[in-house]
């Protein structure tokens, strides 16, 4: 058991590593200058290219960057947003407004998606199940964007309720509260609908195996058996799709912090990206990417506990 | 009971020859188990046909399709088409606008009550009706409905059905110009990322041992990069464009095809009719595609067809990021992510992408439902 983690977390490092590989070489074999600024001397630009190795051949510099990282922690600085900044400075100035969208979003969706899923599986086949049904498909298949361009539209147009835009300095918290409310919406839509969906495909298998027969003619009430038995039976598969979301808490979504210029990680990608910061581009890249593999990892181990027969780590299909 | 071809029973000499029918041309139904003899995928085929939302799907994917294709070819305007005097004209509809909806019209709000009776700005009629007359600190505004087509002086009898971006280009041909290149993005991408797919899994599941061992590691290190992060990177290094989109769309996305055709292969590769052709010396090349392969694509199908709207919705993605299609083409993402910025002026500039891309990626995700349903074998014979 624990060589099964130990393998996967070696696996984990390699690919982690790949991935700055990538990241530096895909950023430095980018045609422009990374000091592409008319307004810079070229003393200065020469100092700070110095300064940043860029005058040694790139093996070298990869050298440079990979001990910079590895060492100190060190991605370097920011040259177009905020120069001269620190990146991983800039990043922690952003992540508690991700978190804090994302936390909320998720506190919305996880419950409702159980829910959705329970009451739909639970009167599958009626008019609620088919509502139900309807409404995840609409959810899973319309972009996020397209609600939030939406919710934008209808409740900041038509009916003004919510700010347009997320307010960083608002007078009083009852006005950052309501402009956090339609991203937050935007956010759990999807999240929401995914839970719904596993959960009734989980909950509607339980229900009709054999164990949820035994457990009524032991005598308990359908209620009592469709709590006790299927639905923890239920759950387990969908941690699974549970585990992602809280693990992604960390990174925002790009499009929807865009659309309510929320200042967090996803808008800041965005802007890294369309500014052409690359330092911060590549350290952005790296979070998302540890995020994700922690994910993995996480689910691998998971699988491991919760069922007995993955945790040997070969050959079997 | 064997009987020798020269020797045969009277009774079975004498069977009419309407009888020898092939199994499958045969119209009745089987009379033991109530089913027709048909192959596999025709029988997933007729339950597809079966399903009103399948075919519902199907009806609303080729419609788009076919408007992608005619509506820019007949609309009269060019997608590149600009006239920064006809700029964001708002949408008007031949019978809609009698009904009041689409008819052309704009809300002016905070204008000074003179400057509408000034011809030389609002031309003669373009003022429908003033709506409301205020007094903001001192002056007096008004709010007013504008015919926006003679506001602008489009020529009588022109009609944008979409209305007009910010340099005035007509949103009906962009969009349907743009439907057009997101779905031929995500068809190139899909398509290459099924052949990949299919042919690396293949290769592992068919061969299995060490060459299994290597290709399957090698895939399991590339699946370990996120997607976005590849996507991403790949984007800033090819820069923007329809060729950069969809190889970042395969640099990752064969391998979920390639893993579930290797499962297909373990489960398939030990059976009968595989030994058969093997003793019967059938090259490994054919027994791969044409023995094996016809028998594991039926998930495959189900895969690709998912994987369709996760690359429109992908190619949006990267427009919103600003990693998109080059301007001026368009793209349904580009048109999407252009008209947000422009929401709450503007708002038709937004809707008629949304729409678009909603209903698209609706009717693949149920076409790809009802595939899946088709084409499951315990629901093999089914008739209802």
Redesign the interface.
Known sequence: MFKYFLKRFA??L??LF??LT??FW??R??PLSIFENPDISPEIQQKLEEKMHLHEPMVVQFGYFISGVLTRGDFGTSVKIRPGMDVLEIIWERVPTTMILNAASLILAIPLGILAGTIAALKRGKMTDNLISFLI??F????S??FA??L??LF??QWPVFP?LYLTHASTTGQIVASMVLPVIALSLGPLATIARYLRGELIESLSSEYMLLARTKGLTRGEAVVAHAFRNSLVPIANTIIPLITGIMGGS??IE??FAVPGIGGL??DS??AGDHFL?VAL?MM??VT??LT?FIIDVSYGIIDPRIRIGGGQ? | MIVDRDHLPQELADLPEELFVRVKDRPEMDQVSKVRADSFYMDAFRRLMKNRVSVLSICVVLLIIALALLVPQISGYGYTEQNVKLKNIPPRIPVLEKLGIADGTRTVIGVKPSALNNTSRYPEGSVLKVLRTYTVSGKEACDALVDMYVFAGVPEGKYYFFGTDYLGRDIMTRLFKGTQISLLIAFISVITNLIIGVVYGSVAGFYGGTVDIVLSHLA??LD???Y??VT???M??LGSGMFSIILSLTITGWIGTARLTR?QY?RFKGREYVLAARSLGVPDRNLIFRHILPNAIGPLITRTMIAV?SAI?SE??LA????GIKPPEPSIGVL?SS??SV??QY?YQ?LFP?IL??VL??A???LA?GLRDALDPSERGRLQ
């Open positions: 696996a984990m390699v690919t790949l991935i990538l990241s895909v950023i074999l980018m498909v609409i899973i298949s319309v972009p964007f397209v361009s939406l934008q539209y900041t147009l347009t790009l499009v865009k659309i990608l965005v990206i369309m581009t890249l998302y990417s994700s593999l993995i299909e | 399991e290190v370990g990069l996120p976005i992060v991403i990177l790949f800033l290094l499962a373990y709207p919705f949006s993605f919103y990021i600003g990693l999407l008209g947000q929401l709450l708002p937004t949304a891309i909603s990626m609706v693949f995700n149920m439902n």
